[in-house]
């Protein structure tokens, strides 16, 4: 029995996009984001990795493949959430085999005790 793609698509999804220019504390231009639309999607883990940083510190950075419906308007300065987690926007591709999906490579960083960074 083939599996549809419906089927496949579990996970309830944000996706934010730069809305408008703003103002930080110090000063410095930064971008609000906002919602740009919910989906739903399929997330699984792809590789995870830890970092150092100069400071001696160190994290671990993981990777995951999003798969989504195509057609859906992306670029890199984009998150997605989901369950509280921020997942940064890489790059994403048109699935090889099946063209009505879009594969979305997302990185999330979380630090040594288990927080975003």
């Known amino acids: 029995m083939s599996e549809t793609l419906s089927s496949r698509l579990r996970c309830r999804i944000s996706l934010f996009a730069r809305d408008t220019e703003a103002e930080n504390a110090l000063g410095e231009s930064t971008y609000e984001y906002a919602l740009k639309r919910k989906m739903w999607a399929e997330i699984v883990p792809s590789s995870a990795s830890v970092r150092d940083t100069e400071a001696d510190e160190s994290y671990v950075e993981y990777t995951h493949k999003i798969t989504v419906r195509a057609p859906c308007a992306l ?6 959430e989901y369950r509280g987690k921020r997942y940064d ?17 997302a990185r ?10």
């Open 75 to 80: 670029s890199t300065d984009m998150y997605i």
């Open 89 to 105: 926007v890489v790059s994403w591709d048109p699935h090889y085999k099946h063209r009505d999906r879009i594969i979305i490579t």
């Open 108 to 117: 999330e960083q979380v630090g040594r005790n288990g927080t975003g960074i």
